[in-house]
C-alpha cells in the first residue's frame, strides 16, 4: 500500500477517499476520510516513517467527512496530544495519542435539536490560526457558526448567504472571516460588528462559488472557484467585484485550493483532469495566467490539495484510492 521514489510517496487506501488534512506538528502527519455511500465510514491517520507513509491509527466514522482539519498550534499545549476536527452533520473532535483515535467533543446546531429538525449537513470549516478556541463551520442551511471549542458552545450563529454556504475561512487577522455559497458570492464578515457583510465578489453569469482559500501570507489576497468553470479567481479585496486575475490551465475544473505557508505568491490547485498544480500568481496579476510554475499529472482526478505548513518542501495530493505526498 506504500511507496517511495525521486521524492514521491504514495499510500493506497482501502476505500474510496475525499477528505484529506496535513498537520502542523513536526512530524509528517496526515488525516484522509473514506468516502462510501453508507452510514459507516472511516479515518486513518498516516505518518511519514523511513520513506514510507503508513497507517498509525484508525477510527470509524458517521457519513463520509466532509472536510477534516488538525489544529492549528503544532501541539503547544505541551504534551503529545494532537487534535483533529471532522465535519458531517455535526463537528466532531479527535485526540490523536498513542495510537489510537478518541472522540473528545461532538458540536451539533442545538438551534435545530431544539426544532426537532434533522441537522443539516456541514459542507466546510476552518480553525483560526490566531485564536485556536475558534472553529467557524458553514452550513447548506444558508448560516455560518463560530464555535468556542474551550466552552464547547457556539459563539455566534449568521444567516450568511441567501442560499447553501459551501466554504468558509479565517483570515489572519483575527475578527474576520470569509464565505461563499450557492448564490455565487463572496462575503467578508466582521465578528465585532456582524449586522452585514461585504460582498467582495460575485460570479458573472451566476455560478455558485464552492472553494476558498485565504492567503495568510497576504490579507489582501482571495482565491476561489466556481462550479463548472475552469481555473481559479483571484480576488484582492481592496478591488471588489472585480477579478484581479483568472488561473487557468488546460480549461480544467479545479477541486481543491490551498496556499502555500511559506510564501505569498504560490498557489496549489488540484484538477479534475488529474493534475496538481502550483501558480505564481505575481505572474498573473492583472490578467489572465495558463502556464503554472509546475503540473503534475497525477493520472487521476485530484480531490485534495494540501500544502503542509510543517514541510513545505512537500505538497500532498489525495485522490479517490491515493495519497500522493510529492517534494517540489
Not at 513536526?26 to 491517520?45: D, L, Y
Not at 472522540?103 to 490560526?129: E, I, Y
Not at 458570492?185 to 467582495?200: E, P
Not at 484581479?244 to 480544467?252: E, K, Q, R, V
Request: charged letters at 20%.
Amino acid at each position: 500500500m506504500e511507496g517511495a521514489s525521486n521524492g514521491r510517496h504514495d499510500y493506497g487506501t482501502k476505500w474510496p477517499a475525499y477528505a484529506l488534512a496535513s498537520s502542523a506538528r513536526p512530524e509528517t502527519r496526515f488525516a484522509v476520510g473514506s468516502c462510501i455511500e453508507e452510514t459507516r465510514n472511516f479515518i486513518e491517520i498516516l505518518e511519514l516513517n523511513d520513506g514510507n507513509l503508513e497507517c498509525v491509527a484508525e477510527t470509524e466514522h458517521a457519513f463520509p467527512p466532509t472536510k477534516l482539519l488538525w489544529r492549528p498550534d503544532n501541539g503547544c499545549d505541551g504534551g503529545r496530544q494532537d487534535l483533529l476536527a471532522s465535519s458531517t452533520t455535526t463537528l466532531n473532535l479527535w485526540k490523536v495519542e498513542d495510537g489510537q483515535m478518541k472522540c473528545v467533543g461532538k458540536l451539533a446546531n442545538t438551534r435545530a435539536q431544539k426544532q426537532s429538525m434533522n441537522l443539516p449537513p456541514l459542507t466546510s470549516f476552518d480553525w483560526s490560526s490566531i485564536s485556536h478556541h475558534k472553529l467557524a463551520a458553514s452550513s447548506v442551511d444558508t448560516t455560518c457558526t463560530i464555535w468556542n471549542l474551550e466552552k464547547q458552545k457556539i459563539e455566534t450563529q449568521l444567516i450568511a448567504h441567501d442560499k447553501a454556504v459551501y466554504d468558509i475561512a479565517f483570515s489572519h487577522v483575527d475578527s474576520l472571516f470569509a464565505s461563499v455559497g450557492a448564490d455565487g458570492s463572496l462575503r467578508i464578515f466582521d465578528q465585532r460588528n456582524l449586522d452585514h457583510s461585504t460582498i467582495v465578489y460575485e460570479s458573472s453569469p451566476p455560478s455558485p462559488l464552492l472553494r476558498l482559500a485565504w492567503n495568510k501570507s497576504n490579507t489582501n489576497h482571495i482565491a476561489t472557484i466556481a462550479m463548472d468553470a475552469p481555473g481559479v479567481i483571484l480576488i484582492d479585496i481592496r478591488r471588489p467585484s472585480v477579478a484581479l486575475a483568472a488561473l487557468s490551465y488546460h480549461d480544467s475544473c479545479v477541486n481543491s485550493i490551498a496556499w502555500a505557508p511559506h510564501s505569498r505568491n504560490h498557489l496549489l490547485c488540484g484538477t479534475d483532469d488529474g493534475f496538481g498544480i502550483i501558480w505564481d500568481v505575481a505572474e498573473a496579476i492583472p490578467s489572465k495566467l495558463d502556464t503554472p510554475l509546475l503540473a503534475y499529472d497525477c493520472d487521476s482526478e485530484v480531490y485534495q490539495a494540501q500544502w503542509p505548513a510543517s514541510q513545505p518542501d512537500y505538497v500532498a495530493l489525495g485522490m479517490a484510492h491515493q495519497i500522493r505526498l510529492l517534494q517540489v
